[in-house]
């Protein structure tokens, strides 16, 4: 009986060992935004609260300052809703990284249709499985429902897990990361 036990629980440890982890370790990311301190129509935070929206998310330093791009998935945005400086508190400027967002600097963050809040890596594994080169950006397409890897054509559903839907067997779903949000600070990590 003890052996037959001992049997079944190293089956059942081999199993797990070889499922595919839900949450990627592969690249760093620890991204950190806190909504209360920016006007609440932004494109990211939108993104949170509305299932079936995302957003594209991309720091970028322009005079000194960090700024997040943001691309979403759908809808007629306005700048300031798209382009937000991070000059609202000094712990944005001057504690926060924003080196730590995944394989290139660049995140998919909102709110699926089914699975609630996620957050992806904004460049193609398969691509940076393939041949190792970091920079293979997704992009929106199919009217903002899917992504797609310029490169090799893959899409990928963020609301199905970030599954590629016109791959082969054997692609890689997109890198997601664990999320967090309390209304006030936005969370993403390894």
Known sequence: MMRRLLYVLTALLLAACNAEQQY???????????????INTNALTI????????????????????????????GTWETFQTDIPLSAS???????SYDHMGACKR???????????KAYDGQCPNCLESDG???????WTDKGQMLVCEHCQRKYNPH??????NGKEGDLRLMEYRIEYNGQRLYVHN
């Open 47 to 74: 993104s949170l609260s509305n299932p079936g929206q995302f957003v594209i998310v991309e720091p970028k330093q322009v005079s000194g300052l960090t700024h997040l791009m943001l691309t979403p998935n759908s």
């Open 160 to 165: 199905a897990e970030g599954v590629p839907v």
């Open 107 to 117: 995140l998919i963050i909102g709110t699926s249709n089914f699975n609630g809040l």
């Open 24 to 38: 990627s370790t592969r690249y760093p990311c620890s991204f950190v935004f806190y909504a209360k301190d920016h």
């Open 133 to 139: 080169a970091l920079w293979h950006p997704l992009s």
């Open 90 to 96: 000094a712990i944005e400027n001057e504690r926060l």
